[in-house]
């Protein structure tokens, strides 16, 4: 006679019934769960990618391009201090690699240039790094008179991290303007993103709303130059050429009177012609400097420059002071639409490469569900009727356990919202096929220990004491496999590698404690003579 | 009972253990030669490339040569298009490009724009495009998962058991990869991420075939003094082969569920584990356990050790929390 102290029974029982309630979910039509009481979890499983249908990017900030800005950044803060202080000159300031070159033009300077260089190479606060940690962006280096400020790998990898975290909150305005797609958004190391959509099934749209840089900006326009001075190159220094939309080139003023950063809204509107337009608003110092632009070049043409390209330049009739405005020569609504979201996100500091995409449509989603879940069902079938016809009542046993295991499964994988890969289905079905190891293994045992002559509770307690320890062992072995794929794999592996786990220890739940349970129970009141296994 | 093995066999299994070493070692052999000389048919998660799978909405049956022969007018270097699982239905491989990752996305858009053309009602159930970055990456962080899994199990191993069972654990263990290696070489499946996966479970699973054995081998070494090795891994391969081959079993009703109803995307990953519980039931059985007799069990040692911690003996019943 064996009895379980009271406790242990509860805990047994509670596992179990807990696990049932966890899984309970997935198999209620969406107004029943919404009517489970709260004390209940009513979440169900996080299909993957792979099963939902959908777009998996993984997007790289292109690193030489942040470095490039941050050194053109570098070289302007060292000519603003050649500007700015009267005794220091600074002569061939240049960029070469990864560094700013100069040289003070007389001996006596380089101590000042040392003590005004300084606020450049002071240490700063790692952005989005660790509370406390300080990088040493800008090395500076002296050679006789030629200075040489470098920028530290750490700076770049600061510089990069901060850039990324900037761009995903772009990204994700972009793609999910009204927060309600369920999208993944992630960063990886210090210069990538990974997006996942659901449901989505043109990764070209995606992508157009991604690659575009959308910088957006307002610039004087010259019109006193010919085309003949443009195709000679004979402009000044302080403009540029640019393409106009739909045909043609102008000259534009370099520095830009008001930029899309100063944008505070912008929707889709149509223009007094009814074509589509973008309407948009400036904030207060936005407003101010467009106002006061307008207000003294009535007459003149100004030049909305999106992504180095001019949409268009309409003439001032009055002065703007209420820093409103619209951007016509937009084309159709949609496009309109789609401009108005991308400059409401505000422009991607800095451009992003697909380095990965992956797409799967709603129609292979759907098939894969389907034959996982055949393959499951059979899978599951073809285990229990082996096990009954191997091993009889002790089968029907192992197969509640096995029952109660795939319950369990589902419960852990709904509880947590780890996401079910196909892969993770698979891990399913393999772990139905493993999880009746640890039975096999304890009632090969049992029947050995009855072979050697025990009765029927000395035979299950030997058996299950014995064979403990090989099915921790086995169960183990497995698991560091599932542990490695988990932190080493990616996406769909990691899916397979959390079912596998996850289906690891309810199976060594499931087989062990809780066959343990039924078995001893029905010793206690069937009695028998012999078990027969 | 329906029992795949009768109760108290007496098979000779160390008889056949030269056999069998001859076996492993030819099986290993070709299969590093067949690596090195027709080489794996690496999916485009090691390769890059993009990948294609279609189907038509009318569920009408595609003409894989008209679509072959329209693909390769592109000028897009190798271009593979095979049937996906039913006649509707196809893949469409195309090498890595040369450049960077938009000219990866350039050749999509050109596959795409001559797949609409070429297939009538063509519907896209699955885009992959790689860059040439990522794969080498994807190659890389393979290649190190496998060594960890190896190292980890090495280390476990050696924690649990004596080194001699240790070594011949690990030897099986690499001798299951060669030949899941092998496997892929010989039948030129798509050896790509999932198939990752699978070869890291296979070495889960393999090695918890051996673990069951050693586990008996070690405590019968203690309960027969008097037992000559062979003879003693005999005995206690017979005693766990029911148990053996009935795991076996079970796990393979499941996989060849899953690999029959699973679908076309999962079959490399099934026909990889399938094959892995084959070779995996062999080697521990032909391969680690036999190898013990070359390396000399040192017996008084294990004697000695009973009182120590030792996982077959009395402690086994303390592990059990539910227990009474």
């Known amino acids: 006679m064996s009895t379980y102290p009271r406790w242990k029974l509860l805990l047994i029982l509670g596992v179990c019934l807990f696990g049932f309630t966890a899984a309970l979910p997935n198999f209620l039509s969406e107004q029943q769960r919404a009517e489970l009481p709260d004390f209940l979890p009513s979440k169900t499983l996080n299909l993957g990618l792979d099963l939902r249908g959908g777009v998996h990017l993984l997007l790289e900030a292109k690193t030489d391009d942040i470095i490039e800005g941050r050194l053109e950044n570098l070289a302007g803060q060292v000519r603003d201090i050649r500007r700015n202080e009267k005794d220091i000159n600074f002569t061939g300031v240049r960029i070469e690699g990864r560094s700013v070159i100069f040289s003070v033009s007389d001996e006596a300077m380089i101590e000042k240039a040392r003590v005004a260089l300084l606020p450049l190479t002071q240490a700063s606060a790692g952005l989005g790094g660790m509370m406390g940690a300080t990088v040493q962006e800008v090395a500076i280096e002296r050679e006789g008179r030629k200075f040489t400020l470098t920028l530290t790998d750490e700076g770049i990898s600061m510089q990069a991290r901060d850039a990324i975290s900037r761009a995903l909150e772009v990204v994700r305005k972009r793609v999910d303007p009204d927060g309600t797609r369920e999208i993944t958004l992630q960063p990886q190391g210090d210069n990538r993103i990974v997006l996942q959509v659901p449901g989505e099934s043109d990764p070209q749209r995606l992508l157009s709303v991604i690659s575009t840089a959308a910088k957006l900006s307002f610039h004087d326009v010259n019109t006193n130059i010919s085309p003949d001075d443009i195709a000679r190159g004979r402009i000044r220094s302080s403009e540029k050429v640019l393409p106009v939309r739909g045909g043609g080139e102008m000259v534009i003023e370099k520095r830009a009177i008001v930029s899309g950063d100063d944008l505070v809204d912008a929707k889709a509107a149509f223009d007094q012609n009814g074509q589509p337009a973008v309407a948009f608003a400036f904030n207060t110092s936005g407003a101010r400097r467009f106002g006061n632009h307008t207000r003294e070049n009535v007459g003149r043409p100004f030049a909305i420059v999106l992504d180095n390209e001019i ?21 159709g609504v949609e496009e309109a639409q789609e401009l108005a979201t991308l400059l409401k996100a505000g422009a991607l500091p ?32 073809a285990v229990v009727a082996y096990m009954f016809f191997g091993y009889g009542w002790f089968g029907i046993i192992s197969n509640i356990a096995l029952f109660t295991n795939v319950l369990l499964i589902l419960g852990a994988l709904s509880l947590f919202q780890a996401t079910l890969t196909l892969p993770g289905i698979a891990g399913i079905v393999l772990t139905i096929g493993m999880a009746v190891d640890a039975n096999v293994i304890i009632f090969e045992r049992i029947r050995e220990e009855q072979m050697a002559g025990r009765k029927p509770f000395a035979a299950l307690s030997e058996g299950y004491g014995q064979a403990m320890s090989t099915v921790i062992d086995a169960n183990i072995t497995t698991f560091i496999a599932a542990f490695v794929l988990y932190f080493l794999g990616s996406g769909p592996v990691q899916g397979f590698a959390v079912t596998l786990g996850i289906g690891i220890i309810t199976s060594v739940f499931s087989a062990v404690v809780l066959t343990r349970l039924i078995l001893t129970t029905w010793l206690n009141r069937a009695r028998p003579e012999k078990i027969n296994i | ?91 469409i491989r195309v090498e890595r490009q040369p450049g960077d990752d938009a000219a990866q996305k350039a050749a999509l858009d050109l596959v795409r724009a001559t797949l609409e053309k070429t297939v009538p009602d063509v519907s896209f159930r699955q885009e992959n495009v790689i860059g040439p970055k990522v794969s080498g990456e994807l190659k890389r962080d393979g290649i190190i998962a496998i060594s960890v899994a190896l190292a980890a199990v090495l280390i476990y191993i050696w924690f649990r058991f004596e080194w001699q069972f240790g070594l011949g654990a690990v030897i099986a263990l690499f001798h299951d990869v060669i030949l ?25 699973y393999s090695l918890n075939d051996t673990v069951v054995v050693y586990d008996r081998i070690r405590e019968n070494i203690r309960k027969f003094r008097k037992m000559e090795v062979p003879e003693l891994i005999d005995f206690s391969l017979n005693q766990t082969l029911s148990r053996t081959t009935m795991t076996s079993f079970t796990t393979l009703l499941a996989l060849l569920g899953l690999y029959i ?23 521990s059985i032909f391969v680690a356990s036999p190898l013990l007799t070359l390396m000399k069990l040192d017996r008084e040692h294990m004697f000695n050790d009973v009182q120590d911690n030792d996982p077959t003996v009395d402690k086994s019943r303390s592990v059990d929390p539910f227990a009474n």
């Not at chain 1, 949409?311 to 084309?331: D, E, F, H």
């Not at chain 1, 990965?356 to 393959?375: F, W």
């Not at chain 2, 679908?263 to 990889?272: D, K, M, N």
Request: aromatic share 8%; charged share 15%.
């Open chain 1, 311 to 331: 949409i268009s330049a309409p003439r001032i009739i009055t002065a703007i002071l209420g820093g409103s405005g619209q951007i016509t020569g937009i084309g």
């Open chain 1, 350 to 381: 800095v451009p992003l490469e697909v380095m990965e995409q992956r797409t799967v449509g709603p129609d292979l989603g759907a098939d894969s569900i389907a034959a996982g879940e055949v393959a499951a069902v059979i899978g599951f079938l």
């Open chain 2, 1 to 91: 009972m329906l029992r795949l093995i009768p109760d108290n066999t007496k098979i000779g299994f160390m008889a056949a253990r030269k056999f069998c070493y001859g076996l492993s070692i030819l099986g290993i052999v070709a299969s590093i030669a067949l690596f090195f000389s027709v080489g794996l048919n690496y999916g485009i998660d090691f390769e890059g490339g993009l990948a294609v799978e279609i189907g038509t909405t009318n569920d009408s049956a595609i003409d894989i040569g008209h679509v072959r022969g329209s693909l390769s007018d592109l000028g897009l270097g190798d271009v593979s298009v095979q049937e996906y699982g039913r006649p509707s239905e196809a893949l």
């Open chain 2, 180 to 204: 899941t290696i092998g496997f892929f070489a010989i039948t030129q499946l798509e050896f790509n991420l999932s198939v990752i996966a699978a070869l890291l479970t296979i070495v889960g």
């Open chain 2, 261 to 283: 109803f699973g679908g076309e995307v999962i079959r490399g990953f099934t026909a990889a584990m399938i094959w892995g519980i084959f070779v995996g039931t062999y080697s």
